[in-house]
């Protein structure tokens, strides 16, 4: 359970800014509470739901103050870049979708981007294509951050509570401390080459054995807290430009492993764009989510349009049919992902003819009931105008997604990531510096042929990263949710879709299904759940390799039932929903 006193180490920066800004001159109120099962139930007055207690503590102290949605997302953020630095912060970047009371959606690109110099041969080094595992670590995989820029343009346009005043809480919990958590602590010692790989992260959460610090130990990083004041008190250009901008360029370009010539003109020239989000209906809702350099609303989108025309709902969650259905639906999808999606500002993307209704129709026609297709093959998109190459998956995992809906009805669905777990290694100020740009094809062609996630200048790198808010009939608020976990994201954002709007779950009923997910030829389904006794009946259908393993899973969510609102986070994460 989250207790009262994970709120009270947030008072204090809270209080400093009492004095000085207007907005904490309110009534006391009780903390806010969380559910010590991750579901808050009963409340209109706002929610949060994230990957850790303490983040969500701080974007729901945003709500007590009368701040929008928007404001508790952006403390939020700020604050898992403190507890939770596997996975997002000030050094990665993300995607948000935001809505209002009216349904009206604003989705802004916050991804990362490469150097200005970049070219399709940034990861072939000494006349050798670097493997993933060689191209992560160091300055080479590091590309301009995005996230502060995406938090200043969503401040402005859907902020209420002053900019500085967002920063409260992850500059108190970097300066006065936080307890070493058992996720951060396994992270630690799973990622520990990697997080251990700068003396400035070895210094910050491991012991001088070596080892992580353990479990309970309060983890102090002033670098940060300084850092986050500079930025709360002169905006994003703190960041952007002089003192930081120097420091994290020369960490990237004299990095011992892989430096590379990232330059302040890079950070000073990089902006965050309002992108057109995508929006298409299911069974009566609208689902919207965003669109590229994201391919996961694309590819949550395109499964549930093919899904559409079969009856789930009569078949329900413990039928070894359905799964099929999915994994079908999700295999055509990632096949389209592979071929056409990337960066939008620099290759013509299909996105209108991926998910038009006569397109959708035709995939969906490829899937039969109980046996499955020997090959899913992308298909031939209305706009697709260039024939790129297919190119294999990526591996993605250090991620985080949350979700704040405020007393207005308004609303923020917000995926943030550093890629892998501890990104880069690099740590700067206190922060961890992302391995993004690994998030591109690293070889430029298959088989001859471009593909349209090469590495190119200025480019951002395509995301499996899948933000979604879900409208009812009637147009009012019905959910927003995300996960966490690269590739596996649009399958777990499907999973919690299908259980709620298909399968009468609630939101955490749904994100406590497993998932089933396609990487290539293979069905990776997870371990210790029903999909690995439905193996066999997979296999009896036509799905020839299909895998068990244990997957790392964090999905979070905020529902509207009745008029009142029930957050959810993933049993399987430390995540917990918040309400002010």
């Not at 207790?3 to 809270?14: E, I, K, T, V």
């Not at 007055?45 to 102290?61: E, F, H, L, M, T």
């Not at 209305?382 to 297919?390: D, L, M, N, P, R």
């Not at 759940?529 to 969510?557: C, D, F, Q, S, W």
Request: some cysteine; charged content about 15%; overall charge neutral.
């Amino acid at each position: 359970m989250t207790s009262r006193p994970q709120l009270l180490l947030l008072l204090p920066a809270l209080l400093a800014l009492t004095i000085a800004d207007p907005a904490f001159a309110r009534p006391a109120r009780p903390p806010a509470k969380a559910s010590p099962v991750g579901a808050v139930t009963g409340h209109v007055g706002g929610a949060v739901s994230a990957a850790d207690p303490r983040a969500a503590q701080a974007g729901a102290a945003m709500l007590r103050l009368g701040g929008s949605a928007t404001d508790a997302a952006i403390a939020t953020m700020l604050a898992l870049g403190v507890v939770e630095p596997q996975s997002s912060g000030i050094g990665g970047g993300g995607f948000l979708v935001t809505a209002d009371a009216n349904g009206q959606v604003d989705t802004i690109d916050g991804r990362e981007a490469a150097p200005h110099t970049a070219g399709p041969d940034w990861f072939v080094v000494d006349g050798q294509l670097l493997t993933h595992e060689r191209a992560v670590p160091g300055g080479r995989s590091v590309g301009v951050p995005g996230n502060l820029q995406l938090a200043a343009l969503a401040h402005q346009r859907h902020g209420k509570l002053p900019w500085r005043t967002v920063f409260g809480p992850a500059i108190a919990l970097a300066r006065d401390g936080f307890a070493m958590s058992a996720r951060l602590n396994n992270s630690l010692a799973l990622f520990k080459d990697i997080a251990g790989l700068s003396p400035a992260g070895r210094k910050l959460w491991f012991a001088p054995d070596g080892n992580p610090l353990p479990v309970g130990t309060v983890v102090r990083n002033p670098a940060l807290a300084k850092l986050l004041g500079d930025i709360a008190a002169r905006g994003p250009d703190a960041f952007y430009r002089g003192a930081n901008a120097r420091a994290l360029t020369s960490a990237v370009q004299h990095s011992t492993i892989n430096p590379a010539p990232l330059t302040e003109a890079d950070l000073a020239a990089y902006k965050a764009q309002p992108r057109a989000a995508l929006c298409r209906p299911y069974r009566g809702w609208r689902v919207c989510s965003m669109g590229p350099p994201s391919a996961g609303g694309i590819i949550v989108l395109q499964v549930l349009g093919m899904l559409e025309r079969f009856d789930l709902k009569a078949l329900g969650p413990a039928s070894p049919e359905a799964w099929h259905l999915i994994a079908e639906a999700e295999r055509l999808a990632f096949a389209d992902r592979d071929r056409f999606v990337a960066d939008p500002d620099k290759v013509a993307v299909p996105t209108a003819g991926l998910i038009a209704d006569d397109y959708i129709a035709a995939r969906s026609a490829l899937i039969a009931q109980g046996t499955a297709l020997p090959v899913a093959e992308s298909g031939a998109p209305a706009g697709a105008q260039v024939a790129f190459a297919a190119a294999p998956p990526i591996k993605e995992n250090g991620t985080t997604h949350f979700v704040a809906v405020d007393a207005k009805g308004g609303v923020a669905s917000y995926t943030s990531t550093v890629e892998s777990g501890f990104g880069s290694g690099l740590v700067v100020s206190g922060y961890v510096l992302n391995n993004e740009l690994t998030d591109f094809n690293l070889a430029p062609d298959e088989q001859g042929k471009p593909t349209a996630n090469r590495v190119g200048a200025d480019k951002r790198p395509r995301s499996s990263m899948s933000p979604v808010v879900v409208f009812g009939p009637d147009g009012r608020f019905r959910m927003a949710a995300g996960a966490a976990g690269g590739f596996t994201i649009p399958p777990q954002v499907i999973r919690v879709l299908t259980g709620t709007l298909d399968w009468g779950l609630t939101a955490r009923e749904a994100i406590t299904l497993p998932v089933i997910v396609p990487v290539g030829d293979t069905l990776l389904v997870e371990a210790g759940t029903p999909l690995e006794g439905m193996v066999p009946a997979l296999k009896a259908m036509g799905h020839a390799k299909v895998v068990a393993i244990p997957l790392r899973l964090k999905a979070n969510a905020v529902e509207s039932v009745d008029g009142t609102l029930r957050g959810a986070a993933d049993p399987r994460s430390e995540g917990a929903a918040v309400s002010p």
